[in-house]
Nanobody, 124 residues
Framework: QVQLVESGGGLVQAGGSLRLSCAAS????????MGWFRQAPGKEREFVGG????????NYADSVKGRFTISRDNAKNTVYLQMNNLKPEDTAVYYC?????????????????WGQGTQVTVSS
């Protein structure tokens, strides 16, 4: 079992920045690939990005490339989502997820563990 807790959400103006954190506990965090997803009201949960277990390759949705950066600190059992140049369409609940393997793509079924989410609201 892996427990995930997100933090760092809030209200920010368009063009601003936020850094989300996802703290993990339970099994060896470094064995898991990590992903970030988001869900806006009335929409399906969508992939934001992912990072492999060894802080190697990353993968991002086209909508956030060049603005968002994922990193992880295995010593702190934490993964981060740095979000810059935020837009109103980035408003959503953001979730981190863990995949027992190497997968860092958009298929939510490949991620076995999820956090409760943190709200990000971007005002225009």
């Amino acid at each position: 079992q892996v427990q995930l807790v997100e933090s760092g959400g809030g209200l920010v103006q368009a063009g601003g920045s936020l850094r989300l954190s996802c703290a993990a506990s339970g099994r060896t965090f470094s064995n898991y690939a990590m992903g970030w997803f988001r869900q806006a009201p009335g929409k399906e949960r969508e992939f934001v990005g992912g990072i492999t277990w060894r802080s190697g390759p990353t993968n991002y949705a086209d909508s956030v490339k060049g603005r968002f950066t994922i990193s992880r600190d295995n010593a702190k059992n934490t993964v981060y989502l740095q979000m810059n140049n935020l837009k109103p369409e980035d408003t959503a609940v953001y979730y981190c997820a863990a995949s027992n393997g190497w997968y860092i793509g958009p298929d939510t079924k490949r991620f076995g563990y999820w956090g409760q989410g943190t709200q990000v609201t971007v005002s225009s």
